[in-house]
């Protein structure tokens, strides 16, 4: 099954959905990184969500959710670009026991927050900060889109380790082109039905066809997804520069030169102390680059 999202509506109604499955771009977080079961199946389901709402918010830039949470799990975040290219991380809080296969996500993350970013190509980054009190991660979602989009939306996620997706719908705002009162309950009432398998198994149109097959569905082209890391050498440097020239000094002291790794792809950097030097000299020049 190929990743990719799927835009739809139903006809003469203000009720819109996504769908989304991801295998090879899941694989791809997956395989940088060696979290417990339970972890990867909670990143699944971010993936799934970061997809959904970046298209669903129609944006043209960057959108990431974090998980900032006082459990285990201490961050889980997940970040789309605007070549539809996803990433995603967890990070295990120190000292910490590793979580049972059957954790839940409230044993997971425990107390803490789920913060939104919007940030547009053009135009003013926005955050949106929601509370983790909901027992499932579409929960806390639903209640973001309720607080900060004032929209009524709905999503089912669903992730196995192997396979990611999610399905979304929501109630537009333009109630003068509904023609169908009851539109907005049935399609909800019928997506309960769905079963995590058969948003994992199923293809995109059969699952849109198994749900709604009574109902005028419209559509849209489906855009394809893949993993992709926007990390680069002029970032990274971007990233020491805030550690401050004294703290970099001091490294450079003890191990001559300075080695890093993008958290998110493994990429490694290496920046020599000429390297440092120069950053230091000119924070605006770009990296040198090493041939
Ligand atoms: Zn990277």
Known sequence: MSDQIQRFMFDHTNVRGEIVTLSTAYHEVLSRHAYPGAVNELLGELLAAVALLTDTVKLDGTLSIEVRGQGVLSLLMAESNPGGELRAIARIAEDSHLPSEQASFRELVGEGQIVITLDPKDGNRYQGIVALDHETLSGCLEAYFSQSEQLPTRLWLAADGERAGGLLLQRLPEESQNQDVDAWERSVHLAETIKPEE?????????????????????????????????????????????GADELRDILQEQGAIDTQCHFCHTKYHYTAVDIEAMLDDPEAPAPVIH
């Open 199 to 243: 948003i994992l198994g199923l293809e995109q149109r059969e699952v849109l066809y198994r749900l709604y097959h009574e109902e005028t569905v419209r559509v849209f082209e489906p855009k394809a997804l893949r993993f992709g890391c926007t990390c680069s050498r002029e970032r990274m440097a971007g990233a020491l520069l805030t550690l």
